[in-house]
């Protein structure tokens, strides 16, 4: 098979330097370890995240399209993968909105003129995300076949978050029958994992909110959003929840504890980024993605079930 | 439709004592129309008694996300409780009921929490226990 994204611009944004850096670091190790090459965008910023869209979304369209001018016009790609929902959405956003909104294209042209670089125009690059990039690469028989450490003993409900497959319109790559990916249900993280041995549990809060915007404001309604997804992996009969978002990954590791500490709720099952859980599958150590990065601790519960 | 602190308890005592697979799925889907519409209500719109695919949920998140993008974040929830409603209600002696009824209980308080939620934040609702903290600190 054609590695369709053999080499693409890496755009990581800023929680995977933070709270999010196992993510990063699997995601770098299990593009090594397909032979898919990356290159961070060079001097990148915040791609506007909520902070800047909720004040003016303008700006974050500017934000975003700065990222992908870098890629495009300083790097030559033609592609940018970005594993964060959040950044991912947004540079989507961005290039939905210089496609179909006159005054986002102009304000994005006086910023960018003002901070001396190329203006991005809609079509230069094409965003995807970190599943995008092994999926359409590889497929599942390409990991299949590079299976080292089949992740068959583990059952996983595979959790997408509320940012991946919406708004539907900045998607339009999605939903075009088989093969692609699907807003309604998504399933490339559940094709990756399944076809490196794992067992993928029904689970009906794949898409559902973590509550991640609500972190601050009022940690109690997130901490119960966060368990109550929770508890329905546990009830599907999941092991562990694989990630694809720094966002949703922290909240859903720091309210577990936060839900044992303050509420006494306890809950067995672990958080794990799917890079992290593809990277094991491949053979990589823990310690190679990150494993020792996550909050709370799965080495005892990898190397019961020999990925460790 | 009830006070969202009485949605919440019923959806907590049906988990646990839903005899009657059917009507506890019903029940169950009431529930969520009637969440949806206290967020309607909330925003002074007259909550509507159209059906989109054949529910009233589907077609009351349709009109409770127009001019707010940001409610799509719960949509697949709705059509999560649609989609366990249809299979409880066509093969209620299904091997796999029990589990379906926690499954939809679930998708059921997810929902609740997220609006609620998001009703809290925009100081709206009837909860006034929950909200107070923050509608004083905002005066």
């Known amino acids: 098979m054609e590695q369709k994204y053999k080499k693409v611009a890496y755009y990581p944004g800023c929680a995977l330097e933070g709270t999010g850096h196992s993510y990063n670091r699997s995601t770098k190790e299990v593009g090594k370890a397909l032979g898919l090459e990356l290159e961070e965008v060079k001097n990148w910023n915040c791609c506007g995240a909520m902070e800047v869209k909720n004040i003016d979304p303008k700006i974050q369209t500017y934000l975003s399209s700065r990222v992908m001018s870098i890629a495009a016009n300083e790097m030559g790609y033609d592609t940018v993968m970005a594993p964060c929902n959040g950044c991912y959405h947004n540079l989507k956003k961005a290039e939905y909105d210089l496609e179909n909104d006159p005054a986002s294209v102009e304000v994005v042209g006086q910023l960018s003129e003002k901070a001396g670089h190329e203006t991005y125009e809609a079509g230069q690059v094409e965003t995807i995300h970190a599943l995008d990039w092994i999926k359409d690469s590889l497929g599942e028989e390409g990991i299949r076949e590079r299976v080292k450490n089949s992740l068959k003993d583990l059952k996983i409900a595979n959790y997408y978050g509320c940012m991946y497959t919406r708004p539907r319109h900045i998607f339009p790559e999605k939903d075009q029958g088989e093969g692609s990916e699907s807003t309604v249900k998504p399933h490339y993280m559940d094709d990756l994992l399944g076809a490196a041995g794992a067992e993928n ?98 080495m005892g519960f990898l190397k019961e079930k020999g990925l460790a | 439709m009830r006070p969202l602190a009485d949605i919440e308890a019923g959806i907590d005592y049906l988990e646990r004592n839903a005899a009657r697979p059917a009507e506890a ?32 949920l589907l077609a009351l998140h349709r009109q409770a996300a127009q001019g707010d993008p940001s409610f799509n974040a719960c949509r697949e929830t709705c059509r999560e409780l649609v989609y366990y409603f249809n299979l409880i209600t066509l093969d209620p002696l299904h091997g796999e009921t029990n589990r379906r009824l926690a499954m939809m209980a679930m998708v059921a308080r997810h929902l609740y929490l997220f609006i609620t939620g998001k009703m809290q934040v925009a100081e709206l609702g009837d909860f006034c226990c929950a909200s107070r903290p923050l509608r004083t600190n905002a005066n």
Not at chain 1, 276 to 296: C, D, F
Not at chain 2, 28 to 36: R, S, Y
Request: hydrophobic letters at 40%; charged letters at 25%.
């Open chain 2, 25 to 56: 799925a019903a029940e169950f889907l009431k529930f969520g129309e009637e969440i949806v519409e206290h967020w309607l209500t909330a925003h002074d719109k007259a909550p509507t008694d159209a059906l989109k695919e054949g529910f009233r």
């Open chain 1, 201 to 298: 549990v029904e689970f009906p809060l794949k898409t559902a909110c973590c509550g991640g915007a609500h972190t601050l404001s009022d940690s109690d309604t997130s901490t119960k959003l966060v368990m109550n997804i929770i508890r329905a992996a546990e009830a599907s009969g999941a092991e562990v929840i694989a990630t694809e978002c720094p966002t949703c990954h922290s909240g859903l590791e720091m309210h577990q504890i936060r839900a044992e500490k303050i509420h006494g709720e306890k809950s067995n099952v672990k958080i794990i980024y799917f890079t992290q859980l593809l990277g094991l599958a491949l053979g990589l150590s823990p310690k190679q993605v990150g494993i020792h990065e996550n909050v709370s601790d799965s």
